[in-house]
Structure formats: C-alpha cells, structure tokens
C-alpha cells in the first residue's frame, strides 16, 4: 500500500497552526503528503469555511484537553473507557457513524498534543493506584486510519508501555498496523478490531478494509506482540443476522484466548439528530424504542436475543476473554449475564469507575 497516494487522493488542502508547524511529527506527515497546498494559521477559527469539510486536513495542538471520558449514557452502565482525542472526524463513510451527529467541525483534525495528554493519563494513574485504565484514542475517529502519516499512536504505546495498569487500545475498521509492528516495546497496547458481516461491512462501512483483511491484521499484531480486542459494534438487525454474524465468529476462532484482551458488544442505536443525517437507509425501518439517554434501540427483547446469541458463542470459544455490552440497560444486563458487571469476577475490574479532574486548560 502506497499511503502517499492515499492519502494525496483523500486531501485536498491542508491548514496547520503556526505554533505546531515545527513538530517534527508535522515535519514530517506534510513531507508524505507533498504537492497537497498548505496554509498555515493561528487557530482552527482562521479555516476559511469553504474548506471546513472532509477534503480539508486541519492540524493543530488543541487549546482544551484532549484526554477525557466516553461519554456514557444516562441510564445505561459505562465501563469507565477514557478517551485520547487524538484524531477527530473519519473518511471511512459508515453510514451508521454516530460522529454525523455531533462533530460539526468537519475538517478532519489532527490534535497533537503528546506530552501533556500523557502526563495527564500519568496522573489518573497516581491518584488510582492499583486499577486498571483503558484508554483509547478511537471515540472522535478511527484510531489508524491517519496514523500512518503522523505516528501518533507509536508515541503513545512507548509511553505507556512500562506500565501494567494501562491499557492503551487503539481501535479501528482499517488494516493500517504495519508502521506499529516495529515498536519494541508494546505494553499492554491493544489493537481492536470492529467487526461485522462481510456484506454488511461492504454496504455500510464503504472505505474500511474487509473483514477478512481485518482478521489478517489481527493476526499481524499478535504475531508483533500486541495484544487484540473485537468489537461487534454496532450489531445491525439484517434479514440472516444470526448466519451473518455466526460467520464472524467462526472466524475468529483461530485467535488464542490469551491475547484477546477484551470484546465489546452494542446493538445498533441513534440519536433523532443523527437519523435525520443518515438517509433512508433499510435498517432504519425496523422497530425501535425511546431509551432513557434519548436514543432509539430495538426493542429489549430483540436486544437480549441478539446479544445472547453472540456472547454465548463467544463464551464457549474464550471463557476467559471479558465480553460486555456497551451502553445497556441494567435490564438487559440482567437477561444476557444474569447479573450486572460489577458482580462478574472478570468485569468488575473493568467497570470500576477511575477518578479524575482536570480543568479545562
Ligand atoms: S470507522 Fe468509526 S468513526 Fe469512521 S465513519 Fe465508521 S463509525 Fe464513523
């Protein structure tokens, strides 16, 4: 893969801000993507707005903090995943990408702030001494989708590396692991894959890499020393969900059990302001009801039956792999596990709220 020709044909104009223009990270990337006009300015407010859209790469070292929380869901248990706003906005085309909801700025944005987003990672561990950390750069965009170019997540996982509680995942729908596999020391870095059927992947996830392609990934990264993650996310109700899906995880079965850090299972579920931006796509005519954070799921039953399907299977190939549901009802919690997350033994670590506060500078 020539990732110069890539991503020459995915931009068209570049704008970066003066104070990072020098960052050899930025040195570098524009070197790759020579030819590509750039303009250089003193804040994301000075980008003209005829080029504030997807053909635009905006560079920048943001103002706030970049390290955060997942933002949850009321009503719904969290697992405490934090978030590293490394790259915000995603060309992979989802037609389902909750972001068509929220992320208004749409250039999309390279934040390059490493060594204060470290040290603040560095301090949610200190004042939690003892606990694990997930923490992941893929919640505002695909964690390696413009990696490649900026080596942001190399930065990262040699941080972190030397320290067992924190788990740096670096999630996505693409195959883009080769510039990783050199890295010496790993940690506990952990590549996850989102996953779904193959005929769904290719009409609803446009420009990510097929899933075969994705598993031939996976397997690259255990091979080079990280560990992996899957995340069936979102799970769409087609007409042969259950043969789609079992196909999935008959895949899967090849990878050993003991490096497969975590897999994560949510359901399809929107937000009214982001079905408005989506079309008329099929599965928007299935059922759905109200929940109590303001997005539409299907209905609990047809909930409870997918996820049971899936988690059970899953639970027979890897019973020591955690396997949770993301953003669900206690309710629902109770129908798949028996139980909610803070009383099953390989969980409980992961659903422990972590404790910070940072103020916003
Ligand atoms: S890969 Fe993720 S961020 Fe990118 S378009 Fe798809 S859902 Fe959105």
């Not at 040195?27 to 590509?36: N, P, Y």
């Amino acid at each position: 893969m020539n990732y110069s020709t890539f991503y020459k044909n995915l931009f068209s104009r570049i704008f970066c801000t003066q104070e990072i223009s020098e960052h050899p990270l930025v040195v570098s990337a524009l070197k790759k993507m020579e030819g590509i006009p750039v303009s250089i300015i003193n804040a994301r407010e000075d980008l003209p707005p005829e080029y504030r859209n997807q053909r635009t790469l905006f560079i920048q070292k943001p103002k706030g903090n970049i390290v955060g929380r997942c933002p949850g869901s009321r009503g719904h248990l969290c697992c405490n995943y934090l978030t590293i706003n490394a790259y915000e906005g995603c060309t992979l085309g989802c037609t389902y990408c909750i972001m068509k909801s929220y992320l208004n700025f749409s250039p999309i944005t390279v934040n390059i702030d490493i060594e204060k987003s470290v040290e603040q990672v560095l301090k949610i561990r200190e004042n939690n001494p003892g606990q694990i950390i997930r923490i992941g750069t893929g919640e505002t965009g695909d964690s390696l989708l413009y990696d490649p170019l900026f080596d942001l997540s190399r930065q990262y996982v040699e941080a972190f590396s030397g320290i067992p509680e924190i788990y740096f995942e670096l999630k996505t729908k693409t195959d883009f692991i080769d510039h990783l596999v050199g890295i010496k020391n790993k940690g506990n870095a952990v590549i996850g894959f989102s996953l779904n059927p193959d005929r769904l992947a290719l009409e609803e996830e446009k420009f990510a890499a097929p899933p075969a392609a994705r598993f031939a990934a996976a397997e690259k990264a255990i091979n080079s020393g990280y560990k992996i993650a899957f995340h069936f996310d979102p799970i769409i109700r087609c007409k042969d969900w259950r043969e789609g899906y079992s196909r999935v995880l008959d895949a899967m079965e090849v990878f050993p059990e003991g490096k497969i850090a975590w897999i994560s299972l949510g359901t399809f579920r929107y937000p009214p302001v982001l079905k408005d931006k989506m079309g008329k796509r099929w599965y928007l005519y299935d059922e759905f009801v109200p929940c109590r954070d303001g997005k539409f799921r299907y209905l609990q039953k047809i909930r409870t039956g997918m996820y049971g399907m899936v988690k059970n299977r899953l639970k027979k190939m890897f019973p020591k792999v955690p396997v949770y549901l993301c953003m669900e009802s206690p309710a629902v919690w109770q129908k798949v596990f028996g139980k909610n997350p803070g009383k099953i033994n390989d969980l409980c670590v992961i659903f422990k709220p972590v404790g910070y506060h940072f103020e916003n500078s």
